[in-house]
Every structure is written in C-alpha cells, then in structure tokens.
C-alpha cells in the first residue's frame, strides 16, 4: 500500500508560480515512478509529468514543458512539481500518483498505468 498526499495548491495569477508536493509512505518510495496529473472541470485526467525511480529521467507533457519541472528527493520521500509561468488554462485540480508495477513503467503518461492517487489539490490560475 502507499499513501500519497499532495499539498501546495492555491490561486496565483497568471505568469505566477506555484510548487506542489507529494509525501509517499507506505511501500519503499525510490522504487517506483511518479507522475502528476490535472483534471479541469468537464475534462478528463491529463498528463503533465512523470519521473523515474531513480530520479534520472523526466517527463513531460507537451502543454507544460519548459515551464513545469518534476523532481523528487527519495530521502524525504516526496516528489515535487514546480510550475512556472503559470496561465489560466492550468487551472485544475492537480494529482499525484504513484506507478508500482513495472509491468507499466514505460505508459507513465497513462492514468490506468498508476495504482495509488493522492486526494489532489486545486490549482487556480486567474488572468
């Protein structure tokens, strides 16, 4: 079992920045990927980053690369999404979640890939 809990979100305006975070317990954290995803209301659960066990490797989605930035610190068993630039179209509600079977390590960008998801948080951009 792992438990993920996010925090971070709030309202910013446009341009501004905010950092997210994730604690993880439960199963041994450095052993499985991460990702962070968002859901706008209406719309489906979208991809915006992921990060490999070690920590080497980043993902992106295209709508966020070179302004959102994935890290994690194994140590603290927590995983970080910084988001720069932030525009309204960003607004959702943010999730972390954690991909343990390594049977999905290369669909990180697929929600049915990850098996434990935080509560989320809001993320609201205003313009």
């Known amino acids: 079992q792992v438990q993920l809990v996010e925090s971070g979100g709030g309202l910013v305006q446009a341009g501004g920045f905010l950092r997210l975070s994730c604690a993880a317990s439960?199963?041994?954290?450095?052993?499985?990927?991460m990702g962070w995803f968002r859901q706008a209301p209406g719309k489906e659960r979208d991809f915006a980053a992921a990060i490999s066990a070690n920590g080497f490797t980043t993902y992106y989605a295209d709508s966020v690369k070179g302004r959102f930035t994935i890290s994690r610190d194994n140590a603290k068993n927590t995983v970080y999404l910084q988001m720069n630039g932030l525009k309204p179209e960003d607004t959702a509600v943010y999730y972390c979640?954690?991909?343990?079977?390594?049977?999905?390590?290369?669909?990180?960008?697929?929600?049915?890939?990850?098996?434990?998801w935080g509560q989320g948080t809001q993320v609201t951009v205003s313009s």
């Open positions: 439960g199963r041994t954290f450095s052993s499985y990927v």
């Open positions: 979640a954690a991909l343990t079977n390594a049977y999905y390590s290369g669909m990180y960008s697929k929600p049915y890939a990850y098996d434990y």
